[in-house]
Each structure stands twice: as structure tokens, then as C-alpha cells.
């Protein structure tokens, strides 16, 4: 069974830090991706990282993935109140269509 | 373009009862997946389905039942409820079986009394 470790579960930290969520796994996966998700709605799809060592950036947000294709990490800049909210990885690679990771709870306090 | 669309967004249910949850994906959409989620859990997979028959299952009892029609439309049923079975039911559709974005909808939450 594949299976997706992210860290850390919850954090919380002021306006204008810098952050890093880490999103591991000892399975190889085809792809993987970064969604997040608000109260009361499902997953919104942020990236898709395909190759091993692809680095994509989504304005303060950079997703990296490992060259091994088993670890990725969603690093944000400079975070904002409006970052707050439950960031997932998927990964995709078995009959199980998409693995989840546990999710990181994310508090930005202005 | 509508989105993934489900119904309904909430309901309770007594334990022994059984619960049908709908879904209409975006236009186009052949696939549709089903996950469950839970605060223990996380997301987890339920089953996915692509011309209207099944192609992929998690690891959840057989309870836990889907059907897709002509029209894509999914629905998933869940006889027998257990107060364990209380959850968020997202529903996702997405062009074709692998190497597309998928798209979820808000939600169904079940509350099992």
C-alpha cells in the first residue's frame, strides 16, 4: 500500500514568515500534486509535478519534486492571511487513482 | 463551465440506515472518483469509475457501493451505516482514467446518529 507522510500536521506562524511543508513517501509515484482546501469545499488542484527534481512556482508558492520521485515540498514566501487553509499532496501511481497525504492545517495571524 | 456538482451537501442518518449520494461531473468529464474524508482518515479512495463501469477500488467494505450511468453521472451508496461512516464524500470527474486533473466537488457531509 502506498502511502504519503506530510509534515507538519498543523502550523501556525505570522505574516511575512517563510514556511516549508514536506510531503514523503517510500513508494515512487507517476506524479504528484499539491491541492488546498477551504472550509466546506473540496480540494482545489494548485500544480501537478510530473519529473523528477522539477521545481514549479505559483507566485509566493514553490513546489519541488524529489529526483527519486518519492518526496515533494511545497515551500511559501513571505505568507499571507489568505494562505491560510488545509494544503494536501496527492500522489498517482496505483490502482489506488490518488493517495492523500494527511493534509497540513495552515494558520497565517496577521 | 459547471463544475463537479453534488447532492446534497448535507444530511443526518440513523445507524442501520442506508444513504445514496449523487454526483454530475463537469461536461465531458468519463471519470469519476470518489474519496472519503475524515479528520482521523484523511482523504481516502473510495472507487473510481469510467464508462460506467468500475476500474479501480480502495480498501473500504463492500457496504460501500458506487454506480455510474450513460450520462457520467455517478452515484455512490452506503448501506448499513456505522457512526464511523460520518464523513465528508467528495466526488471528483476528470476527462479520462489517468494523466488528467481532476476536479472535486464541494461535498456531501453525512452525519450518522
Known amino acids: 500500500t502506498q502511502l504519503l507522510e506530510q509534515s507538519p500536521q498543523f502550523l501556525s506562524i505570522q505574516e511575512g514568515e517563510n514556511l516549508t511543508v514536506y510531503c514523503n513517501s517510500s513508494?515512487?509515484?507517476?506524479?504528484l500534486q499539491w491541492y488546498r482546501q477551504e472550509p466546506g469545499e473540496g480540494p482545489v488542484l494548485l500544480v501537478t509535478v510530473v519529473t523528477g527534481g522539477e521545481v514549479k512556482k505559483l507566485k509566493r508558492l514553490t513546489f519541488q519534486f524529489g529526483d527519486a520521485r518519492k518526496d515533494s515540498s511545497l515551500h511559501i514566501t513571505a505568507a499571507q492571511p489568505g494562505d491560510t487553509g488545509l494544503y494536501l499532496c496527492a500522489g498517482e501511481g496505483g490502482a489506488q487513482k490518488l493517495v492523500f497525504g494527511q493534509g497540513t492545517r495552515l494558520t497565517i495571524n496577521p | 463551465k459547471a463544475g463537479v456538482t453534488q447532492t446534497p451537501r448535507y444530511l443526518i442518518k440513523t445507524r442501520g440506515q442506508q444513504v445514496t449520494l449523487s454526483c454530475s461531473p463537469i461536461s465531458g468529464h468519463r471519470s469519476v472518483s470518489w474519496y472519503q474524508q475524515t479528520p482521523g482518515q484523511g482523504l481516502q479512495f473510495l472507487f473510481e469509475y469510467f464508462s460506467e463501469t468500475q476500474r479501480n477500488k480502495g480498501n473500504f467494505p463492500g457496504r460501500f457501493s458506487g454506480r455510474q450511468f450513460s450520462n457520467s453521472r455517478s452515484e455512490m451508496n452506503v448501506s448499513t451505516l456505522e457512526l464511523g461512516d460520518s464523513a465528508l464524500y467528495l466526488c471528483?470527474?476528470?476527462?479520462?482514467?489517468?494523466?488528467?486533473?481532476?476536479?472535486f466537488g464541494e461535498g456531501s457531509w453525512l452525519t450518522v446518529v
Open positions: 513508494s515512487v509515484f507517476s506524479s
Open positions: 471528483a470527474s476528470s476527462p479520462a482514467l489517468a494523466g488528467n486533473t481532476i476536479y
